[in-house]
Structures are given as C-alpha cells and as structure tokens.
C-alpha cells in the first residue's frame, strides 16, 4: 500500500539556521504530496503542496520539489525562526482517492 | 475563506453519555472528513462523506455515528465511548473525492472520556 516515511525528530535548530526535514514515499499511480504543519494545541494547516513530478510547492519561505525520480518531497527553509517550532506532516494522496496517507511526523524545536 | 469550524473546543464525557461533535465549512466544498488524533501521532481517517454520502468508513466502532445533513455540516454523534477513545478529532473537507485536492482542517475537538 502507499507510505510516507519522514525523519525522525525531535530536529533543534537555532533560529536563522537552514532547515531540511526528508521525505520519501511509496505509491502506486501518480500521487499528489503535501506538506503540513500542526502548532501546538491546533489542528492541522495546509503549507504547500505539489500535484505532479518537478512541481516546487512554496508557502512562508518553505519550498519542497516533487522528485519521482527519488520518490521524495522534502521541506527546506533558508532562515527559520522560533515561530516555526511545530510538528510538520508529509502526506500523499493517491491519484485514484481521497485518502490522505500521512507519515508520522517531525518535531521541530527552534531556540532564540 | 478557507475556513472549518468546528464545536465544542473541549468536551469531556463519561461513558454512559451522548455527545456530538459538529463541523462546519462554507467554501463549497463536497467532500468532508472526520479523523482521530492520539498525541505525538499523525492523524488517522475515520469516515468520508463524499456529495453528503459516507463513501468510507475506516472500520470504526459504532459507537461513533457520523451524519452528514447537507453540504456544509458534519456531526460525529458518540455514545458509550471508552477511555482510550480520548483524542483530538478533527474534521476537514475538500473539493471534492479526487486526490489532488488539498483537505483543509478545522481546529479540532479534544475529547476526554472519563
């Protein structure tokens, strides 16, 4: 069945560092990838998305490519900030449903 | 507008109550969903209610009851939950039922079942 598999965190950054958080996936078909982000005590918020292979999804200074050719999707950041600290979900739909497949998330703490 | 609400924030229950969790969305959307939440995990699907049909139901215990009364509203009625049913559930809702649509999330409703 389609998967997302992120990196593990918790990821500690100082502020103003360059973020990458890696994912990868597995699917059948031509799956559509999102990014997005859970703040503390919140629900879930859409950060981009891309809906086919080379596509750079960006939102708020985050950016991340559709690669088929690697199965990934992953998020980067030039300059984050304390305000970024959240949990982000990679997560895919597959071209034939509405099912939202997500991986099992990354803690990102960054300190002042 | 792309917002989903959804009420009560909190609610706390015992197991012998009848409780029910409301969502609504006004950006036309024809697809809405509810999901389950345990801390430190990714959301996970319940039910699906595509053009205000239940097209999946992720195998859930019946003592949750989805309804779908029209296009913008969506209830979860609960009774007789158990103590590890104690989450955030969350609805959301799309475009529709094809994948490349985006789901946009409500804020989400923490349950406690004492």
């Known amino acids: 069945g389609d998967s997302v598999t992120q990196m593990e965190g918790p990821v500690t950054l100082s502020e103003e560092a360059f973020l990458t958080i890696n994912c990868t996936y597995t699917a059948t078909g031509y799956p559509s990838l999102f990014w997005y982000v859970q703040y503390p005590g919140e629900g879930l918020q859409l950060l981009l998305k891309a809906t086919k292979a080379d596509d750079k999804g960006s939102n708020k200074g985050f950016e991340a490519t559709y690669r088929k050719e690697t199965t990934s999707f992953h998020l980067e950041k030039g300059s984050v900030q304390v305000s970024d600290s959240a949990v982000y979900f990679c997560?895919?739909?597959?071209?034939?449903?509405?099912?939202?497949?997500f991986g099992a998330g990354t803690i990102l703490r960054v300190k002042s | 507008d792309t917002e989903v609400t959804q009420t009560p924030k909190h609610l706390v229950m015992g197991m012998t109550n009848k409780k029910s969790l409301k969502c609504e969305q006004h950006?036309?959307?024809?697809?809405m969903y509810w999901y389950k939440q345990k801390a430190k995990k990714p959301p996970e699907l319940m039910f699906v209610y595509s053009y205000e049909k239940l097209s999946i139901n992720e195998s859930v215990p019946s003592r949750f009851s989805p309804e779908c009364p029209n296009s913008s509203l969506l209830n979860l009625h609960l009774h007789a939950l158990q103590p590890e049913d104690s989450a955030l559930y969350l609805c959301a809702s799309s475009q529709d039922g094809a994948g490349v649509y985006e789901q946009y999330f409500g804020p989400g409703t923490r349950l406690t079942v004492t």
């Open positions: 997560a895919l739909t597959a071209d034939y449903g509405n099912k939202l497949v």
């Open positions: 950006m036309g959307h024809r697809a």
